[in-house]
C-alpha cells in the first residue's frame, strides 16, 4: 500500500493509505475530494462543474460524489 505525492517540484511515494496518510497530516489545509484523492485548495485553478472535475497545474482531479458536500462547504470557509 503506497500513495503518490504529487507537489509543484516532485512526485514521492509513501508507505500507507490515504486515509492514514489524511489522518497524520490533519489539521491541514488538505481536502478528500475523491477516495484516492487529497487535495490542498490553495492550488486549486478552476473547478469544472459539468464534468465534476478540479484543476491544479496540468492535474485534472475527479470530484467525488460522496465527497462532493463537504468539499464545497471547506471551501466556502477558505
Not at 43 to 48: D, N, P, T, W, Y
Request: proline share 8%; hydrophobic share 30%; glycine share 4%.
Amino acid at each position: 500500500r503506497y500513495c503518490k505525492i504529487v507537489t509543484l517540484e516532485r512526485q514521492a511515494h509513501i508507505r500507507g493509505t490515504l486515509p492514514e496518510i489524511q489522518r497524520k497530516l490533519n489539521p491541514s489545509p488538505y481536502i478528500r475530494v475523491h477516495k484516492s484523492f487529497l487535495i490542498n485548495p490553495l492550488h486549486l485553478e478552476s473547478i469544472h462543474q459539468l464534468n465534476q472535475t478540479l484543476q491544479i497545474g496540468p492535474h485534472e482531479i475527479p470530484l467525488g460524489k460522496t465527497y462532493k458536500e463537504s468539499f464545497y462547504d471547506r471551501l466556502n470557509r477558505l
